[in-house]
T-cell receptor, first 112, second 113 residues
């Protein structure tokens, strides 16, 4: 099993709907990163969470890290077609050099 | 900030050939990472450089793989005697501190015929 499990694996929503993607870790999350990837392209950094209970927002996207630092959620409000892509969570793993361990990704499709 | 640049974007080669990819990180970033991503999976860590020193290598990096960062700026990743299983997207990322976000390039997609 993977160190980071994302759910759901894929998600299809109608434009304007809210949605949540979850990321659960089998280990303590030292630094939890959310990235977005469009098919065939690189990763775009969205947000970083480090403290238990931390919550950050950027435009219509909100990410939270639970108190026990083993689960994070990404919430999109009033989704738009531009939100479509693959969302990946990653754990910095507590190493001095910052190696990232990624979840398998959640594929989001937004229908206009 | 011109971002992380990778070249080429796509590489198609026959099994058994050698290939080399290049990564130019963001100029002030001294940390450089290589990852490999296969279809339907998240990226997997391959190796890490701090300046010109290669400080960590994954077990995924077999003897056929070698990476360099000779002057602490750009990096190259070479795969010798390519195999079908090497087909993947190879991603490069850079950062300037361990707890700062890594910024990724658009990757090099390798296809082995």
């Amino acid at each position: 099993s993977q160190e980071l499990e994302q759910s759901p694996q894929s998600l299809i929503v109608q434009e304007g709907k809210n949605l949540t993607i979850n990321c659960t870790s089998s280990k303590t999350l030292y630094g939890l990163y959310w990235y977005k990837q469009k098919y065939g392209e690189g990763l775009i950094f969205l947000m970083m969470l480090q403290k238990g209970g931390e919550e950050k927002s950027h435009e219509k996207i909100t990410a939270k890290l639970d108190e026990k630092k083993q689960q994070s959620s990404l919430h999109i409000t009033a989704s738009q077609p531009s939100h479509a892509g693959i969302y990946l969570c990653a754990n910095a793993g507590g190493t001095s050099y910052g190696k990232l361990t990624f979840g398998q990704g959640t594929i989001l499709t937004v229908h206009p | 900030d011109t971002g992380v640049s990778q070249d080429p974007r796509h590489k198609i080669t026959k099994r058994g050939q050698n290939v080399t990819f290049r990564c130019d990180p963001i100029s002030e970033h001294n940390r450089l990472y290589w990852y490999r991503q296969t279809l339907g999976q998240g990226p997997e860590f391959l190796t890490y450089f701090q300046n010109e020193a290669q400080l960590e290598k994954s077990r995924l990096l077999s003897d056929r793989f070698s990476a360099e960062r000779p002057k602490g700026s750009f990096s190259t990743l070479e795969i010798q005697r390519t195999e079908q299983g090497d087909s993947a997207m190879y991603l490069c990322a850079s950062s300037n501190l361990p707890n700062q976000p890594q910024h990724f390039g658009d990757g090099t997609r390798l296809s082995i015929l």
